[in-house]
């Protein structure tokens, strides 16, 4: 059950990418494959705690709303649904936290609209440091801004929720860790970050789609880092 209002576009503060696939989609547990990264940062820098509560408002209050409009059974079901948090803790290897927190971001790549039928399929866009189209695979460990589209759900199976989905829209890399490339601390900022050398012109459209943003997106431009 998706919430039917339009989608929230924001950007996250500036974090680190952990497992990230953005040029190929993940297949592991989607035959279909699904674009994602976690998204690594510091819950007490005041914008991380901000936006943490920002969404723990978002999914309550759809909580309250659903809850609202329910009746019978479902609203049974709904009074014993857990409140999933909003982001995941990080571990180091020896199963310790380490004080920092995951945000998810994911996006399918093949979506079937439940109305329609019709298949659609999506792409995320990722950008250089000058807002140039990235072409590379990008590794866990870059630096990275990420635009995401908010959804609040309720999952209604035999182990009722309600959460929050991050769908993953755009990437801009600032600090890129990949092919060709390594982490390089001090040598990449915001402003004379890695540049994608260009075969075209420096403005090369995002990677095509044949959908539109996914249902409910205010369809703000993705790059506007």
């Known amino acids: 059950m998706a919430n039917r209002q339009r989608l929230e576009r924001i950007r996250l503060p500036q974090g680190t990418l952990v497992y990230p696939a953005l040029q190929t989609p993940d297949t592991k547990f989607d035959s279909g494959g699904v674009y994602k990264t976690d998204v690594k940062l ?6 991380v705690a901000a936006l ?3 969404l723990e408002g978002i999914r309550d209050t759809f909580r309250e709303e659903q809850m609202a409009a329910a009746r019978g059974a479902t609203l049974a079901k709904m009074k014993k649904a857990k409140v999933k948090p909003v982001v995941k803790p990080e571990y180091d290897d020896d199963g310790e936290e ?3 927190v995951l945000f998810h971001a994911k996006q399918k790549a093949v979506v079937t609209s439940t109305t329609t039928g019709r298949t659609h399929t999506f792409g995320v866009s990722v950008y250089d440091a000058q ?4 072409k590379k695979d990008v590794w866990s460990g870059s630096v990275a801004n990420v635009v995401v589209d908010i959804q609040p759900w ?3 199976t035999d182990d009722p929720a309600f959460l929050i989905s991050l769908k993953l829209v755009a990437v801009q890399v600032i600090d890129f860790v990949g092919p060709g490339g390594s982490k390089g601390g001090d040598f990449f900022d915001c402003e004379e970050g890695y540049v994608e050398p260009q075969e075209g ?3 090369d459209p995002a990677p095509a789609v044949d959908a539109p943003a996914p249902e409910g997106s205010n ?4 790059r506007d880092f």
Request: no cysteine; aromatic share 0%; proline share 8%.
């Open 98 to 100: 380490t004080g920092m």
């Open 219 to 222: 369809g703000d431009s993705a």
């Open 131 to 134: 807002k140039n189209v990235l």
């Open 201 to 203: 012109a420096a403005d």
């Open 154 to 156: 309720a999952v209604m």
């Open 42 to 47: 510091d819950p007490t820098d005041p914008a």
């Open 52 to 54: 943490i509560t920002k």
